[in-house]
């Protein structure tokens, strides 16, 4: 088998890198070693910035995003038993947020791709890459038990955190950079409809809640905890009693209904320097994650690919790897802005063990700032919506 660029991974990344290049004519083969129910049930992102909706628009897969996501213009801060809005829009010249489920982007792209009758397998094993320094790179991996060799211009490693692209590239190549977070979030998905018009941020002396939506129906509630935290010790009573008490306001009360999944999740940090081997080239978080605080991490693994997608196309009809060879460098400047920001609304909003007071003064202090001072309100909104240019 053989393709012009051979994609390892079907989540966000990878089906958007896949159907921006075939809009430009590009063949890809993208190979999933996880089931097509898998990937579009798998829970995780939902809120996207204006540039992630305005890119997927452009790629062909946008109506139904368009039609359902829901459009908001601000988001809440919650702390000292008041809450505040920052009014993103109005500090950011109209710009806004798209709430569109993760689960529904994936869905939209496998559709796309299979319409098009274009090879995206899944339940692809034993996937490896090899001859990544070579002009022809190659992809080995079991389909259907068969065991197949995918010839490839270029491979784009679309394969997550705990993928093998990363792996493969030989030690001392890459530089690591990375931060562990004493605590995790608990997250539910509940059929219940949204208490609340926008997301509520909320800084509770028990630690950090926030209250999500993903559909006028489904709610997203997460709530700070030990990253190792069990689940089991959680029953829904004891999940919707927390996240009364942290997200509770008088005069105001979230309302409750079916848990419909839960589950812990740990928060991290990395990057990986540079985001290129070869004729490998790295994208989302393949070679970087952020904590979910900034809801960063799926724009910038859709920001990658688009950057991508352009080197790729200009390779391609010109020749020069000109762009190609700057994608690592274009890509990690806008991750950075993004590492910082996800770190930095992480350390506002959740408490550290051991409850150092001092800490805690100063993120009172930091709220208050945030939501008192002008400069610093926009500050935070041109982030969070994503900033223009980075
Ligand atoms: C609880 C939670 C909440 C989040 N909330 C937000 C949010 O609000 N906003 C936001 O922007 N981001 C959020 N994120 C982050 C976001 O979900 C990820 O950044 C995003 O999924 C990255 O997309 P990706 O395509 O790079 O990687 P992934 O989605 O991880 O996709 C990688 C794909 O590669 C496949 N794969 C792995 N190994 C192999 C292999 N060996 N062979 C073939 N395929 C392989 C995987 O099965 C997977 O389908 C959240 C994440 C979590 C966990």
Redesign the pocket.
């Known amino acids: 088998m053989r393709t012009q660029v051979g994609i390892?991974?079907?989540?966000?990344?990878?089906?958007?890198l896949a159907q921006l290049l075939h809009r430009e004519g590009i063949e890809s083969v993208v190979?999933?070693?996880?089931s097509r129910e898998?990937?579009e049930q798998?829970?995780?992102?939902?809120?996207?910035?204006q540039g992630?909706v305005d890119l997927l628009v452009a790629a062909g897969v946008g109506d139904r995003l368009r039609r359902e996501g829901l459009v908001h213009h601000g988001i809440e801060l919650q702390f000292d038993g008041e809450r505040h809005r920052i009014p993103l829009s109005d500090l950011t010249g109209g710009r806004t947020i798209v709430i569109y489920g993760?689960t529904e982007v994936?869905k939209d792209l496998v559709r796309a791709r299979l319409e098009a009758d274009l090879p995206l397998l899944f339940e692809?094993a034993d996937?490896t890459v090899s001859d990544l320094d070579s002009e022809r790179p190659r992809i080995s991996?079991t389909h259907a038990s068969r065991a197949h060799e995918l010839e490839c211009d270029v491979i784009a490693g679309?394969?997550?955190?705990?993928?093998?692209?990363r792996p493969s590239i030989p030690a001392g190549v890459l530089r690591e950079y990375s931060r562990e977070y004493p605590f995790g979030?608990l997250?539910i998905l509940a059929a219940v409809a949204p208490s609340n018009d926008e997301l509520i941020y909320a800084h509770h002396e028990r630690g950090f809640a926030l209250l999500?939506l993903r559909s006028p129906e489904l709610c997203r509630l997460?709530i700070q905890c030990r990253p190792d935290e069990d689940l089991a010790a959680w029953s829904d009573e004891r999940i919707w009693a927390e996240l009364q008490l942290r997200l509770g306001l008088k005069g105001w009360t979230l309302a409750e209904g079916p848990v419909l999944e839960k589950?812990v999740?740990g928060m991290r940090s990395f990057v990986v320097e540079p985001m290129r081997y070869g004729r490998l080239f790295l994208?989302?978080?393949?070679a970087h994650?952020?904590p979910?605080t900034?809801?960063?991490?799926?724009?910038?693994?859709l920001h990658?690919v688009r950057v991508l997608a352009e080197a790729l196309v200009s390779w391609y009809e010109t020749g020069s790897s000109a762009l190609l060879d700057a994608y690592s460098e274009a890509s990690l400047q806008r991750v950075w802005r993004a590492e910082h920001f996800s770190w930095w609304m992480t350390q506002m909003l959740h408490r550290s063990d051991g409850g150092d007071d001092f800490g805690l003064k100063l993120q009172l202090s930091q709220l208050r700032y945030v939501t008192t001072s002008t400069a610093a309100a926009t500050s935070l909104a041109e982030n969070y919506v994503g900033l223009e240019q980075v």
């Open positions: 390892v991974g079907a989540g966000p990344a990878g089906l958007t190979l999933e070693d996880r898998y990937v798998r829970i995780r992102a939902g809120v996207l910035e992630t993760q994936v692809a996937v991996f679309c394969d997550g955190f705990h993928g093998v692209c979030w997250g999500s997460y589950g999740t994208a989302g978080d393949a994650i952020v979910p900034g809801a960063k991490g799926l724009n910038l693994a990658d």
